[in-house]
């Protein structure tokens, strides 16, 4: 599985990304490629994306911890690294809905 989030894609990476993966919100890509496939399209995204796009990058692995963060640019999301494994911070209640 790949899952790619980004500020802001180039239109014509976006237009790309939308053969291969499902866009359930603008900018936040969703697919179950196979590994060697997968490795393309990262390929692709680094080398079509400037900094400024801001790509977070979910890649599933088959050793634990069963996934690889990658970034380009500088991603709205903070990540850190905690014994090894990777997280990506986020502030307390920054997801809750008002009523």
């Known amino acids: 599985m790949l899952i790619v989030l980004a500020n802001d894609l180039p ?3 976006r237009g790309r990304m939308k053969l291969w993966f ?4 603008p900018n936040v890509f969703v697919s179950g490629l196979k590994d060697s496939v997968a490795n393309e399209v990262v390929d692709y995204l680094y080398k079509h994306c400037s900094p400024l796009a801001g790509v977070l990058i979910f890649k599933s692995l ?3 911890p069963g996934y690889e963060i990658r970034t380009i640019g500088s991603p709205t999301k903070r990540m850190t690294e905690l ?3 990777q997280l990506v911070i986020e502030k307390p209640g920054e997801n809750i809905e008002r009523a």
Do not use: A, M, Q
């Not at 499902?22 to 919100?25: G, R």
């Open 62 to 64: 088959s050793k634990p």
């Open 11 to 13: 239109p014509t990476v």
């Open 83 to 85: 014994s090894g494994l």
């Open 22 to 25: 499902v866009e359930p919100k």
